[in-house]
């Protein structure tokens, strides 16, 4: 690879983000109707150029990135990047995938009293308020109740009311509330970089200014930037002491999906880690409290965005759906037709054993990971990463953004580590596993598969740094609502050398 100054990768990333956003205008997610008639289709010999357009730009920006992680830029310089790369994506149509679609579609549900629990965004007036964003839903989701939390609905709710229902504005809307969060991610990343003695630049390069976060959170519009920033968010207020606080920012994160209850088994650690007294009764501090408090915040949300407790039961629809990305489903599928000539079994009976033995391990892996945090082996937040990762790795329905759930945590507590390393050669990867429409066609996922091997080809030339390092235990002193303070036992950690102060 050659090696340019930081200023002429920011210049590049930024000229592959305008020709990926270009393509988009023409190959993106355009909408069914679009009144304004700015996101229209056009012939196919367009469509297809500005498809391979779309593409040419995303590699720019995937090099870019790759090589800017290198350049040794200041925070300052990463902040700009950061803007001169996003700001191409603001004004697009939504890039590969039209999930934000179904976002205003559920929004006006709740506008018009439905039941987004029990109905799917069919149910719309296709002439009314949300019904071109339900013309727009993919297949999969027009008549499937909505997996998302009370809080997250308020938001489309409030996007929707504004704007009418109308596509363009309502999507704008909807990448205002993306582009917020990612605002959250950053303050977050750099906070806790800085509380694990890590670069804060570093930290921004993988989990802020990295491709597939900026595709499929601000082009793409997914509320899974929602849910990582304010789970980050509530990670950092837990490390300083503010356990209370932080927990209802979870609790909210949870409120809009609901992976980001992992956090409170880790803040529950840090409670714990902090706390004076006799085991058992930080123990019980740590693991009861902030759940107690997440829930009174989860019924208080729910009961205030009056969409009623149906969200309990709709966590699992998006299991229903196989994707390629799961290895439990994948692995079950093939199980199941190898097993029927033999026993009869139906497949889809064997993928639904293996996908539950998956969510079995990823709960086990969890918990001992959590375990070690416990003991001081492992650090919490760090713990908490990898976690998330597990939690992905063996989910029954697993899509590229949702490696972005552990990749923040990762990128502020060992950016070079092992787990650094992987998620950014799978961050480069998958990246190209989506097609600018949302599809996932057969060649998305062979690109996918050259990406990553050069990726990992390129990163056996540097050793990864130590991935479990241990830190001085976090700052926790007068933890909200009990006034424990640190003690000397957790105040004092073995520090590797290149971290001592």
Known sequence: MWQMSAVAYRRLGTAGSVAAVVGGWAAGSLPARDP???????????????????????TVLVVAWWQYGRAG???????VTLAWWTAPMLLAPPLHSADV?????????????????????SVLDPGGLGGDAAASVGGHWTDTPAPYGPFFL???????????????????????????????????????????????????????????????????????????????????????????????????????????????????????????GPLRRRLAKG???????????????????????????????????????SATSDIGLGLGHLLRPVTGTDPATVKSLVRTVGLAGAA??????????LRGSLQPVHALGLALLALVALSPMVQPWYLL???????????????????AVLSAALVYETHPTGSTPPYGFALAAVAGVIGALLVRREPPEPEEARLPAPRGAEPEGAGDTSTAEHAVRTVPGHLRP
Not at 47 to 58: C, E, H, I, P, R
Not at 406 to 420: L, Y
């Open 364 to 373: 086990s892996l969890i918990l001992f990971l959590a375990w070690r945090a």
């Open 73 to 79: 830029a200041s925070v300052r310089e990463t902040l």
């Open 101 to 121: 679609y179904s976002y205003i579609a559920q929004g006006a549900m709740v506008v018009e009293g439905h039941d987004v629990y029990v109905e799917g965004p």
């Open 154 to 276: 308020v938001l489309a709710r409030g996007v929707t009311s504004l704007t009418g229902g109308t596509i363009v504005p309502a999507v704008l809307g909807m990448r205002l509330v993306a582009v917020a969060a990612l605002v959250l991610i950053v303050w977050a990343l750099r906070r806790l970089a800085r509380e694990h003695g890590r670069s804060e630049s570093t930290a921004l390069w993988l989990g802020a200014l990295n491709p597939l976060l900026l595709m499929h959170v601000v082009g793409g519009v997914h509320n899974d930037g929602l849910m990582t920033g304010l789970m980050l968010a509530g990670v950092v207020l837990a490390l300083r002491g503010r356990w209370i606080t932080g927990s209802v920012l979870v609790a909210l994160a949870v409120m809009v999906k609901s992976p980001a209850a992992v956090a409170l088994l880790f803040i529950g650690v840090l409670v714990t880690s902090s706390a004076t």
């Open 405 to 423: 759930w552990g990749t923040a945590v990762v990128a502020a507590t060992s950016p070079h580590g092992r787990a650094g390393t992987a998620v």
């Open 36 to 58: 304004w008639g700015l996101w229209v289709p056009h012939g196919s010999t367009l469509t297809t150029s500005a498809a391979v357009l779309a593409y040419a730009g995303l």
């Open 287 to 325: 693991l009861l409290a902030p759940g107690l408090v997440a829930a009174a915040v989860a019924v208080a949300t729910t009961l205030l965005a009056g969409t009623g407790f149906g969200w309990l039961g709709t966590q699992s629809v998006a299991g229903t759906i196989h994707t390629a990305l």
